[in-house]
């Protein structure tokens, strides 16, 4: 089956932002002698901050603004050196010599990634760019996903979808989609425990890729969704 679109996740994924900014959460709990373990941290990576900034704000101390205040001026002081991830150039590059549709799909709000978007050089590389919105429930849900399909007029088995985290691998398959998980350092320990399919962008090649993704989601619709890695 052709593959008609791509859909990117931004953070975490197109660049390591997620990354940063949970090192910068884990620096605020140590500076605030919150004795929080990294793990359960990372393991608010990819919903938009809202289970963070809720456990965080566990106990009262501070409230969720001022905890967001300082953990965004951390990142800010700390993002400078972001880039974007091995592999995104030649997958971004790949699609528009193919003709396939692009998409970004983001848990985060439409002002943060127009920055972001900006700062590296893609405002014109997406064909539809989604964003969280209040009349649009987040992943894991599908409907960011849902909704990109509906704007690029493709079918979801159509498409595939690169993430980083667990939320926003359940996000892209119960939209219809063939996820790829491409982790982080924040990420990749609870991608491998969940066994999704899930391989380094920046080793290989958009066809190879395109190719073992028709065989493993074949095989995993013949084997009652069961997951699979794919061979770097």
Not at 30 to 43: A, P, T
Request: with cysteine; proline share 3%.
């Amino acid at each position: 089956m052709k593959i008609e679109a791509i859909f990117f996740d931004f953070d975490g994924v197109i660049a390591d932002t997620e990354t940063v900014w949970m090192n910068c959460a884990c620096d605020y709990c140590k500076d605030r002698g919150n004795l929080s373990d990294r793990e359960i941290l990372f393991s608010f990576a990819g919903d938009g901050d809202v289970e963070l900034l809720r456990y965080l704000s566990e106990g009262g101390t501070f409230g969720q603004e001022e905890i967001l205040t300082e953990i965004k001026g951390r990142f800010e002081r700390a993002s400078g050196k972001i880039s974007i991830r091995p592999g995104i150039e030649e997958y971004l590059r790949f699609a528009r010599e193919q003709n396939l549709k692009l998409a970004l799909v983001s848990n985060s709000g439409q002002d943060y990634i127009d920055r972001w978007l900006e700062r590296l050089g893609l405002q014109e590389r997406f064909d539809c760019v989604v964003t969280r919105s209040v009349d649009i429930p987040m992943k894991p849900a599908p409907d960011l996903y849902l909704l990109a399909l509906s704007r690029l007029g493709v079918r979801p088995e159509k498409t595939v979808a690169f993430e980083d985290s667990v939320l926003g691998m359940r996000a892209a398959r119960a939209a219809g989609l063939r996820a790829v998980a491409y982790p982080n350092e924040v990420t990749e320990k609870e991608i491998h425990a969940q066994g999704f399919f899930c391989t380094d962008l920046g080793t290989i090649a958009p066809k190879e890729l395109l190719t073992q993704i028709e065989k493993v989601y074949d095989l995993e619709e013949s084997k009652d969704g069961v997951y699979l890695f794919a061979e770097d």
